[in-house]
């Protein structure tokens, strides 16, 4: 899932970023019809989970995984749309039916006026793929005159900051974050771009692809799309252009920082004033740049800006100044093109699927209309659609129930707080009061978006998108120098995902990953507790990961710890690191321990918060067995079935190389194997593939 929101780079635990993540089914074959049209129940044994889908011919020693999943994994579809198939999918595509289910009903009122003919207005528009054809590529026609007019500094920096509120292109982004030293109060956020995989930085999906050597096809593929698009635009020597594009991004790639380096949030607070950054990088026209963007006029040399990675910002400024004006220009036309094409005619969102989707993820097919409908609308008006959402799919009973298994999770975190036998007493008090302090957001939002300012117009694909970029850009503007809205979210209900905002101190779970077969109220709670028990740790564990753990209970960005405490955190965290780093996803290709470092803490932190909470659960009771398997073992296999997925190699190898999850399959066994009751319940013994002596297991949270 593309993170639209800037200040969402400091949130962690994403429980997985990809383009369209969803759930899958249990218990079946997923032909295609099926996955095309599942509906998520309750698994058909009755118990939520699928006992049917365990391959038990292998041992659990030898690939938890496959002895959890191998029999579904094996007869599970990829639909030719995605690039891949699990438990997140199913319920991302039970989101989209339900949003366009909501969205048919509305097409009646397009002509009333109010939020709801502005959605259907929207929606309507972009499914008349007959009318979007007949106008190609000419609504670019103003944007691409301002392209060919620029000539100097200023109005190169201008269409650098016309990004943010239009389908023009930055290689910098700019965002409002709460500022880390006073997280009552925001500021402005100046990014490389690449780093964090949100609007701005460069064409492919990260540094690799430009610099290795076994990703050269992709790269050559890349030089061709960008080639593409300009004979689209009948822009001169598209050929000889897109060379020369992709030789500057490959200038451009070897100056920013690398993911894997981009998480320590210490080094990466560097506040200084605009005249700072003018000083520190002088080839760009940060004032012009600014200006454009809305930034106000008053005191704006001593406005403090957080340039998170100076050096590579002021790198890229002296490569761009010194780049000839004819690429400049080339690049820019490319990359509006490329930023616009959901919005034009089929040759430009076919080159664009043939590249983005075909080569750089495997996806056989474009998605239909409909599908790529919902999701611009909720790019668009996402804060209205999940209105209507939660009205319609999420009774206020969800809510309650979820709201408790949350509030069991953190009594289970405190437990195991107050239990820990590496921290030294200051340190976990200090870690006990931020748990104490950290706010639950379930379902939904406590206020929405208004959008009675947004001007919708029948017809009016690409202005309506553009319009829409620019209502975004104007609300996250205006909360600039006003207190912190707690009230605000970066996800919508529809999402199915959840994350954790350090800086808020607040974990968030949207409505749409709070059924089954993540939570089935009428299921086994066991398994439930390795579901979504499992998930809601996750969220809270990124609170004490690598990075959430530099930030107190009030969000503010400062060493709490002690030095011994650190240093008997970073062994731990270094030596889980190494474990992943030893992975072998695909030959030659392993998972970055670092690059995933966060997330891997926050799923064996996850999977022992689950654990803990099913105990306490039991109120001293013992560990029954229902359906031939221990309680224990319900929790370690609904855990397990939450990451069955099945992935193309395309797709998969981007995950690796540009993704802070580790895949699937590392996400069910690393956690496993690093928690001594799994030997216990599941019989794992020395010679076993996964089996780690009891020293080497690395135990954290």
Do not use: C
Request: proline letters at 5%.
């Amino acid at each position: 899932m593309k993170i639209p929101s800037f200040r969402s780079a400091l949130k962690q635990g994403t429980v997985l970023v990809a383009v369209g993540v969803g759930l899958a089914l249990g218990g079946m074959t997923m032909s295609h019809a099926t996955a095309q049209s599942a509906s998520v129940q309750p698994y058909r044994n009755g118990w939520g989970f699928d006992q049917a889908g365990m391959d038990t011919s292998v041992s659990p020693g030898q690939d938890f995984f496959t002895y959890a999943n191998g029999r579904y994994i094996r007869q599970l579809y990829i639909p030719d749309d995605m690039s891949s198939y699990g438990p997140f999918h199913v319920l991302f595509e039970l989101s989209q039916a339900r949003q366009k289910a909501l969205l048919v009903e509305l097409l009646p009122y397009a002509e009333v006026g109010d939020e709801r003919s502005k959605l259907a207005t929207y929606y309507s528009s972009f499914l008349d793929q007959k009318a979007v054809d007949a106008k190609g590529g000419k609504p670019l026609e103003h944007e691409l005159d301002q392209i060919r007019n620029s000539e100097d500094r200023p109005s190169l920096a201008r269409l650098f900051g016309l990004a943010s509120s239009s389908m023009l292109y930055s290689p910098f982004a700019l965002d409002i974050e709460q500022d880390q030293r006073d997280p009552e109060h925001y500021m402005l956020m100046l990014d490389q771009g690449m780093s964090i995989g949100i609007s701005g930085g460069l064409g492919l999906p990260d540094i690799s692809y430009y610099t290795s050597p076994n990703l050269a096809a992709q790269k050559n593929a890349y030089r061709a799309y960008v080639a593409k698009m300009l004979s689209l635009l009948k822009w001169p020597d598209p050929e000889n252009n897109a060379s020369a594009i992709v030789a500057l991004e490959t200038s451009l790639a070897k100056v920013e920082v690398p993911r894997d380096q981009t998480r320590d949030p210490v080094k990466l607070f560097n506040p200084m004033t605009v005249q700072q950054l003018v000083a520190l990088a002088p080839d760009i026209d940060w004032v012009t740049y600014l200006r454009t963007m809305g930034v106000p006029e008053a005191g704006l040399m001593k406005r403090v800006i957080d340039v998170r990675e100076p050096k590579s910002i002021a790198d890229m400024a002296r490569i761009i100044a010194g780049t000839d004006k004819v690429t400049v220009k080339a690049w820019l036309a490319f990359h509006l093109a490329d930023n616009a094409a959901p919005y034009l005619s089929h040759e430009f969102s076919d080159a664009s699927f043939n590249f983005n989707g075909r080569i750089l993820t495997g996806v056989t097919r474009q998605p239909v209309r409909w599908k790529r409908a919902v999701r611009v609308t909720n790019t668009a008006m996402g804060w209205a659609l999940g209105r209507l959402y939660v009205q319609r799919y999420f009774p206020p009973d969800a809510k309650e129930r979820i709201t408790a298994l949350v509030n069991e999770l953190k009594t289970a975190f405190r437990w195991r707080l107050e239990h820990n036998d590496w921290m030294d007493a200051s340190t976990r008090q200090a870690a006990l009061v931020k748990l104490d302090h950290f706010a639950m957001q379930v379902g939904y939002p406590k206020k929405w978006w208004d959008y009675s300012a947004l001007i919708i117009k029948k017809g009016d694909v690409y202005g309506n998108a553009s319009r829409s970029t620019a209502f975004n850009w104007r609300h996250r503007l205006e909360q600039l120098d006003r207190p912190v809205d707690r009230d605000e979210w970066d996800m919508t209900p529809q999402t199915v995902n959840a994350y954790n905002d350090p800086v808020k101190n607040e974990i968030v779970f949207p409505a749409a990953i709070l059924q089954p077969p993540f939570f089935d109220p009428k299921g086994d709670m066991a398994v439930n507790y390795g579901g979504i028990g499992g998930v809601i740790g996750h969220e809270m564990s990124h609170g004490f990961d690598d990075q959430g753990r530099h930030y107190d209970e009030h969000g503010r960005l400062h060493d709490w710890w002690s030095h011994e405490a650190s240093l008997a955190f970073e062994a731990r965290a270094k030596k889980l690191g190494a474990q992943y780093d030893a992975e072998e996803v695909l030959p030659g290709l392993h998972v970055n321990g670092n690059m995933t470092m966060g997330e891997n803490i926050a799923d064996l932190g996850g999977l022992n918060l689950a654990l803990q909470a099913y105990h306490d659960s039991l109120h001293g009771k013992a560990d029954g067995t229902v359906h031939g398997w221990t309680g224990d073992q319900r929790v370690f296999l609904g855990w397990a079935q939450v990451w069955r997925e099945k992935d193309r190699l395309d797709a998969l190898k981007r995950q690796v190389l540009s993704n802070e999850h580790a895949p699937a399959r590392s996400r069910v066994n690393m956690p496993a194997h690093n928690i001594d009751l799994w030997y216990q319940v599941f019989g794992v013994k020395a010679g076993n593939r996964l089996y780690l002596a009891p020293e080497q297991r690395v135990k954290i949270w």
